[in-house]
């Protein structure tokens, strides 16, 4: 009986890693384009300066919450 060498282990655990990162970042996806069309993210298109009601020094704790107002775009590729 042979055990799995320390580098099969590792590929397992990539790949396993890979999968997951692919799925969540599926559902991010999704979650974005949901929001687009019910009109929940408040300045949808690309804004060079002041965005109403965000002061400059406030702290957010996520991309997701920066994407939500529309101060954070790169959750999605734009091709």
């Known amino acids: 009986m042979s055990y799995p060498s320390r580098d099969q282990d590792s590929g397992k655990i990539l790949n396993l890693v890979f999968v997951w990162l692919s799925a969540l970042f599926d559902c991010v996806i999704q979650n974005y384009y949901n929001m687009l069309k019910k009109n929940q993210i408040l ?4 804004k060079i300066g002041h965005l109403p009601g965000i002061a400059v020094g406030h ?8 994407v ?12």
Do not use: C, D
């Open 43 to 46: 300045f949808p298109e690309k």
């Open 68 to 79: 939500a107002i529309g101060f954070h775009f790169t959750l999605v590729k734009w091709n």
């Open 59 to 66: 702290q957010f704790y996520s991309r997701a919450e920066m």
